[in-house]
């Protein structure tokens, strides 16, 4: 009785309705008293003192002022899940934290904030109206819409599968046969292989090293492998490898040169034309409020620039965001992609041309978690467009390979290398993709990514891209690097094929916001060719700008 006299007393003095003062009270129980199997006086005191420093600072407009999902502003209502009959995720009302003025206006100030520029004197030479809108040619095969059948012969036989392609590229590429790395050799010879530790669930150290053979070349067997003698290497637990060396005593491989590359059969051949492109990584709201001011300043960005293409990389609803980490929202995943991110979206086709495309995440909690990743649902329109994770695409004669997984930041953990000279770290973890021919040649994968092996014909690299994006939360860049290739003749026969070196350029945009302050993004304008053999780097120019 005298606990609801208080909070009777309580309301009265706050001005609130007896209502609203439960559910505040109830939310408060919920995440400060979890404990708690009753309520005390103590408590309510506890609450009383909580909001009293709660409404000091919202009058002083210093911290974040509590809204109602109903009365937010993004051009259409939350459908009332009670109503649907969906199972709310929180016991309490649901609220939403706004961003404070102080870090509205941060966002409105460095709305596209010029950091650092990649081919700073190149000039655009096409249309900067967005106009000109043209197809988009996905190369990859489609992702399978099944799942959670990553069975043991299916890992066998992807790891198999990509260790034989290896040996069958090394073949024809030096005229000679690969010999079984669990048979003495005196000689220099062939080795290929996929690269293990010796102890499960360890880093990988130069002592530590283990090279497993294909099944069909050496029966699965496992050697240790020597690299005292290589001048330099970078390599990577899954990494298939060939290795000239010798084998002496038929359990230890003295390597003396590694090769992880094989060169691409490229066709350069094609028409290209100029467009300009934005690339943003979510999250895409702070880490205070579920408001998305962030992706609001940048669709504000592009109806400025009107870019001929927006490609947004997941997360879109993150499950690392504090608030759905916690269950302390009562709407579904869905509602919130649909109105949060669609909703604010819509605003760019009115106002646009620009040609909408998303690719998922595995940080999604709206989408399937396992990777590769098929494309999310998105509305039927002809400027918006879903695309799996990874994809490899064509726009207008340019090819782009795009993945929203942090490739960079796991492989810089795993990673172990010597060189002879200085090397660009952040280009060479990227160019690992370029060599492997896969968007994840890491094996066993990360603990935050489930991959799954009986979709991994999505992982291949159909095509050389001339420019690769990879997401990181490393600091964002442009960098160009180079693969061998072998270039196809006008006539596109593949008889006469020529050894080259092609440019690639590995960006990573950086996190549209990284906790709750603005992040970055990157602007891509694209020249078209010149000629067949004017490469990427010399026509395109990368600009890297804060939110």
Not at 162 to 177: A, N, V
Not at 312 to 333: A, K, M, N, Q, Y
Not at 387 to 404: A, D, E, H, Q
Request: glycine share 6%.
């Amino acid at each position: 009785t005298d606990v609801v006299e208080e909070l009777g007393k309580l309301a009265k003095d706050m001005g609130l309705e007896t209502k609203k003062l439960v559910g505040l009270f109830d939310k408060f129980m919920t995440v400060s008293r979890q404990s708690n199997t009753s309520v005390c006086l103590e408590d309510v005191d506890a609450f009383a003192r909580e909001q009293a420093v709660l409404l000091s600072k919202s009058k002083a407009k210093s911290v974040f002022a509590k809204t109602e999902w109903d009365e937010m502003d993004v051009g259409k209502k939350v459908p009332d899940v009670n109503a649907m009959g969906a199972q709310k995720i929180s016991p309490y009302v649901a609220r939403s934290n706004a961003l404070s003025d102080r870090i509205e206006s941060s966002f409105e100030s460095h709305n596209g904030c010029l950091q650092s520029v990649f081919n700073a004197e190149l000039e655009f030479e096409g249309d900067s109206n967005g106009q000109g809108i043209s197809e988009v040619e996905i190369l990859n095969k489609k992702c399978q819409s099944t799942y959670m059948m990553n069975t043991l012969s299916r890992r066998v036989g992807y790891l198999e599968q990509r260790i034989l392609s290896m040996e069958e590229g090394i073949e024809k590429m030096h005229d000679c046969k690969v010999h079984s790395i669990a048979s003495a050799c005196q000689d220099m010879a062939l080795f290929c292989g996929r690269i293990c530790c010796d102890t499960e669930g360890s880093r990988l150290n130069p002592q530590s090293v283990i090279l497993e053979g294909s099944i069909a070349t050496s029966k699965g067997a496992r050697v240790r492998l020597d690299l005292s003698s290589c001048s330099e290497y970078r390599i990577f637990p899954g990494q298939i490898v060939a290795v000239r060396g010798k084998n002496p005593t038929g359990f230890c491989i003295v390597a003396e040169q590694m090769l992880s590359t094989l060169p691409f059969t490229v066709d350069r051949n094609a028409t290209t034309k100029a467009f300009s492109m934005v690339v943003a990584s979510g999250p895409f709201t702070a880490a205070d409020n579920l408001m998305y001011e962030p992706l609001k300043a940048l669709i504000q960005y592009c109806e400025r620039e009107k870019p001929e293409v927006l490609l947004l990389l997941g997360p879109f609803v993150d499950e690392d965001h504090p608030d759905i980490g916690r269950g302390l929202i009562d709407v579904t995943f869905e509602d919130i992609f649909d109105v949060k991110i669609m909703g604010q979206l819509e605003a760019l086709h009115q106002n646009t041309d620009t040609k909408l495309i998303l690719l998922p995440s595995v940080r999604d909690v709206h989408h399937d978690v396992a990777f590769p990743q098929g494309p999310l649902s998105v509305p039927d329109h002809p400027k918006t467009l879903g695309i799996s994770n990874p994809s490899t695409i064509r726009y207008k004669g340019t090819v782009l390979g795009c993945s929203s997984i942090d490739w960079l930041m796991s492989s810089t953990r795993e990673e172990i290398s010597k060189s002879s000279g200085p090397v660009d770290r952040m280009t060479s973890l990227a160019s690992q993709i370029l060599s492997q021919r896969s968007y994840y040649p890491m094996y066993p994968p990360a603990e935050n990514v489930a991959l799954d092996v009986g979709r991994s014909n999505t992982l291949e690299l159909v095509a050389l891209p001339e420019i690769l994006l990879t997401p990181s939360e490393l600091a964002a860049f442009a960098k160009p690097t180079t693969i061998q290739s072998r270039r196809l003749d006008s006539d596109h026969s593949g008889k006469n094929l020529k050894e080259n070196c092609e440019e690639v350029i590995c960006i990573n945009p950086g996190r549209l916001t990284k906790g709750s302050t603005a992040g970055t993004f990157a602007h891509v304008y694209i020249n078209q060719k010149a000629s067949i053999e004017e490469s990427i780097c010399k026509r395109c120019k990368v600009e890297i700008r804060k939110l």
